[in-house]
């Protein structure tokens, strides 16, 4: 079992800059690829970065690419996720979710996903 929870979100101006924080709990948690999805009103949830369980890969979706930056800390059991230039478009709920498989990471589906984050608000003004 992996408890997720998600902090760091906020109201910020185009431009500026956030990190999240996805803090688990669970002995296996270092087992799991852990992805970041969002979702925006009436929008489908989707993945925008992962990172794999041994933290020496990661993937973003091309619209975050040279913005985002996923890390994770296993010794922490936390996971990172750091949001420059963003953008209003950026803005939605963000959660974390963790994901039982090993290998290279890559952005799940809603569907591959073992346990989620209640998720955390970002919102961009322009």
């Known amino acids: 079992q992996v408890q997720l929870s998600e902090s760091g979100g906020g109201l910020v101006q185009a431009g500026d800059s956030l990190r999240l924080t996805c803090a688990a709990s669970g002995r296996t948690f270092s087992w799991y690829l852990v992805a970041w999805f969002r979702q925006a009103p009436g929008k489908e949830r989707k993945s925008v970065a992962a990172?794999?369980?041994?933290?020496?890969?990661?993937s973003y979706t091309e619209s975050v690419k040279g913005r985002f930056t996923v890390s994770r800390d296993n010794a922490k059991n936390t996971v990172y996720l750091q949001l420059n230039s963003l953008k209003p478009e950026d803005t939605a709920v963000y959660h974390c979710?963790?994901?039982?498989?090993?290998?290279?990471?890559?952005?799940?589906?809603?569907?591959?996903?073992?346990?989620w984050g209640q998720g955390t608000q970002v919102t961009v003004s322009s």
């Open positions: 979710a963790a994901v039982a498989v090993l290998g290279h990471a890559y952005l799940p589906a809603p569907k591959d996903v073992n346990y």
């Open positions: 990172i794999s369980w041994s933290g020496n890969t990661t």
